[in-house]
């Protein structure tokens, strides 16, 4: 089965220049529109503006990090609805368990793989 995900905007918020190239080549390719931001506040302005269907937000970043931008996110009426995928080096209980508290919808641990990417896609967004 061939994923269609021509139209869908996805969000990538990481303070990694390569993470980001990484999962907006994936995310291309399979058809996506890719909006990426390199912190929570740079990714807050651009939310706005840009209604991603789902957002994959990195956990370390500098400023605002990946707990407070999601929870910012979650908090916010407009997109409490817009899936937030955690996307973290470290796979620890506790991180995951922290992550489910700000409101994330799932927890991918990096480096990830294109099916992980398109398989979070696949389950939290419905038109896809």
Do not use: W
Not at 34 to 39: F, K, L, N
Not at 88 to 108: C, H, N
């Amino acid at each position: 089965m061939e994923d269609n995900f021509e139209n869908l905007k996805v969000m990538v918020i990481d303070d990694s220049k390569t993470i980001r190239r990484t999962a907006e080549t994936l995310l291309k390719k399979a058809g996506c529109t890719v909006i990426t931001a390199t912190d929570g506040f740079d990714a807050l302005s651009k939310i706005a503006d840009s209604q991603p269907s789902i957002i994959f937000v990195d956990i370390m970043m500098p400023r605002l990090d990946g707990y407070q931008t999601c929870a910012l996110i979650k908090n916010n009426s407009a997109f409490k609805s817009t899936p937030v995928i955690m996307l973290s080096s470290k796979d620890g209980l506790f991180d995951k368990a922290k992550g489910r508290i700000v409101g994330s919808d799932q927890y991918l641990t990096k480096p990830f793989s294109k099916e992980e990417l398109l398989g979070a896609i696949r389950e939290h967004v419905a038109a896809a």
